[in-house]
Each structure stands twice: as C-alpha cells, then as structure tokens.
C-alpha cells in the first residue's frame, strides 16, 4: 500500500478456521487443489490456496503444459507476514522440487504455531514415482515428516518413506510398523491409503497415543484407477481435523467419500483420466 498508510491487517476472530492448501493447481483432471478447495469449503472451513505449478491438466495424459511457481512462492510469505493473519491448518500435497519443500519448511515455521499441520506425501503409486519424481526428492520430502501432525500416504509412499520393499499385500503388523515408524517424530496419526487385496482396497488408520490404535477400512474396488483420489481424501482428513472430529470416524467418511464417488464415476463410464466425480457428493455434513 503507497502514500506511507500503516499496512492494514487482518484482525483475527474464531468466526471460521483458515486453512493454507500447498498443492499445485491443475486445470483439467479433478487433482490437487481443483478438488481440495471445493470439498474443505463445503466443510465450513476457509481456504488459502498457494499454487506450486500451474498445470493445464494432470500429468497422467500424454500431454500436458506447467509453469513452476517455485520463484513465486516466498511471495505468499512475504505479503501474508504484513497482514499478520495465521492458519488453524496446513495441507501440504504436491511438491515438486527440494526448493518447494524447503519452502513448505519455512512457511510452517512462519505460520504454523498454532495449526495441525497435514501432510499428504505425494510422489509415487502402484510401486512407482509419478512423472518428475526421483529417489532424492523422496528423501528431501521425508525430512518434512517431523514437521507434520498427520500423514497420508499412500501404501508405495509408506514403503518410500520407511525403507520397506513395496508389495503386492500386507499384513496388520507390517503396515503397524510402518506407521510407527512414520509417527515416531511429531505425526500421531497417520492413514495408509491404496492397499491393495483382491476385489477389495482399503485404509489402514493408525493413532500412537491410543490403546486399540488403528483400524483398517475396506472398500469394493472400482474397474478404473483415478488420479485425484489422494487429494481428495486428505482435504476431508483436513477439514474434519479442523472441526475437531475424531480422526478414526474421519478416515471412515474419507473412505466413504472416495467410494461413494468412485462408484459414481464408473456407473457413468467416465473415463479415469477424468478422476473421480465428488461434486454431487459436496453436501458432506461437518
Ligand atoms: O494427485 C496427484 C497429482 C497431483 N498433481 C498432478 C498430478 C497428480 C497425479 O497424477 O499429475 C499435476
């Protein structure tokens, strides 16, 4: 602001809880904060989106153009400090290269005293990295784990993440050790999603500070895989952390959502590449 105004911020009240979506933006495909800021909306909270890449549309198609925003990025640091505001949360998905995650590092260090701090691991599925994504990033993005309240991977991000071959099934006690080891810094709770087992694919819930502390949650498989799923899953897991909910009844109606909507999209024969159908879903109670 010019003609040497005093900045004017923002002043703070409870009337809703604000949340900073780390995500890249894509503009076809129904990914990242496409479908993160619609859902986390209709949940009562409010979004504050910081694109890291601007993509026509996802990188499952042939085709696609992106325009990194990484140089951009410390901007959203810069003018969000003038006008003093804080987030209840943070939800941290794609990032592409080790300046954006020290960029995620820095923004939760600025921002994040008071919020629960989410973070969804994006980088590989079905055993491999997506497009982009190399062994060396996945050790620069695990070093964000300790600075995340809850974590959700997938099943091949988990296997990255704690060291374990990625396989076709697993048992209780081995994807137990994996969130043990993924919740051995400040995450309590973390959700494996995408496990596979014949006919069925489940989420495996796991809390450190409870007695009984995890829960698996299966769901019928769908004919077509759909990128978008993680991201639609984790802005539930955000929304409900935000409004208090107990995380076990969360990773319930995530896995619900994502089923429900999973139907849908194949009911309709809508061609995977297209993700997954949520919208009319959108009247998810918080
Ligand atoms: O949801 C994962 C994801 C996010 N962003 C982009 C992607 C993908 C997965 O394909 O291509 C651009």
Not at 85 to 113: C, M, R, V
Not at 250 to 274: C, H, P, Q, T
């Amino acid at each position: 602001m010019g003609n040497g105004l005093a900045m004017r911020t923002i002043e703070q009240n409870n009337y809703q809880k604000k949340i900073a979506v780390i995500n890249d933006l894509s503009g076809y495909g129904r990914c990242s904060i496409t479908v993160q800021l619609p859902i986390i909306s209709a949940m009562g909270i409010q979004t504050c989106p910081i694109p890291t890449g601007i993509f026509t549309n996802h990188t499952g198609f042939d085709s696609f153009a992106v325009r990194d925003c990484t140089d951009f990025l410390h901007n959203f640091i810069d003018e969000w400090k003038k006008i003093n505001i804080s987030f209840d949360g943070i939800l941290i998905g794609y990032l592409t290269n080790p300046a954006q995650i020290d960029f995620a590092k820095t923004f939760i260090e600025e921002f994040g005293s008071d919020s629960t701090v989410i973070l969804d691991p994006v980088m590989a599925d079905n055993g491999e990295f997506y497009s982009g994504y190399d062994s060396k990033i996945a050790e620069r993005l695990s070093e964000l784990i300790c600075y995340a309240d809850i974590l959700t991977p997938n099943i091949t991000e988990s296997c990255i993440l704690t060291g374990k071959r990625y396989k076709s099934s697993f048992t209780c006690d081995e994807l137990t050790e994996m969130a043990e080891i993924l919740t051995r810094d400040r995450a309590n709770r973390v959700v494996i999603t995408g496990i596979d087992s014949p006919g069925f694919v489940s989420s495996f819930a796991f809390e450190s500070e409870r007695g009984e502390n995890y829960r698996l949650y299966r769901k019928e498989k769908q004919h077509n895989e759909r990128p978008g799923t993680g991201d639609v899953f984790s802005a539930v897991i955000a929304a409900d952390a935000l409004n208090g909910k107990k995380f076990l009844n969360s990773v319930e109606r995530a896995s619900d959502f994502v089923a429900k909507a999973l139907k849908v999209s194949d009911e309709n024969n809508i061609d995977g590449l297209n993700g997954v159908c949520f919208e009319k879903f959108l009247s998810i109670k918080i």
